[in-house]
């Protein structure tokens, strides 16, 4: 690795490498419940965050967030198929990780403003929607 490599942005939470991959398998082929989620999509999903993680930049992985954005706004606006429950977890660990860029130096918060807001919005909605009701 080059020594101008920030890494900083590693030093995040680990739950979006933890959790984003079955579930974001699961948005990517609209396969209900993220325990449903084709195995070979989520293993698939998972080699591609490792190889983010592991030889990436944080540009990258903001790319890969910022897909994650899409695809969970498009199934709260009703526009993609997907399981609300999925979706909602996902907007709530990319929502905390872009929150937490905030402590980092870098434009990385300023960059990710756009997706915290539709994040934002889509959270409420996947809320009111979700048979569990409001969790926040």
């Known amino acids: 690795m080059s020594g101008r ?3 900083v942005w590693l030093g995040l939470t680990p739950e979006p490498e933890r959790e984003l991959p079955a579930t974001v398998a699961a948005l990517r082929t609209a396969a209900g419940p993220t325990s449903t989620a084709p195995p070979k999509a989520a293993r698939a999903e998972r080699r591609r965050v490792e190889r ?3 030889h990436g ?7 890969y967030l910022a897909e994650v954005t899409d695809l969970v706004t498009a199934v709260a606006g009703g526009t993609r198929p997907g399981d609300p429950r999925a979706a909602l977890l996902a907007a709530e660990v990319v929502l905390d990780h872009h ?15 756009a997706d915290r807001t539709a994040l934002e919005s889509a959270v409420r909605t996947l809320r009111a929607a979700s048979p569990d009701g409001d969790r926040g």
Not at 99 to 113: K, S
């Open 5 to 7: 490599r920030s890494l």
């Open 52 to 54: 983010l993680v592991l």
């Open 57 to 63: 930049t944080q540009r990258s992985w903001l790319r």
């Open 99 to 113: 929150r937490m860029l905030i402590g980092l130096p870098g434009p990385g918060y300023g960059r990710t403003a």
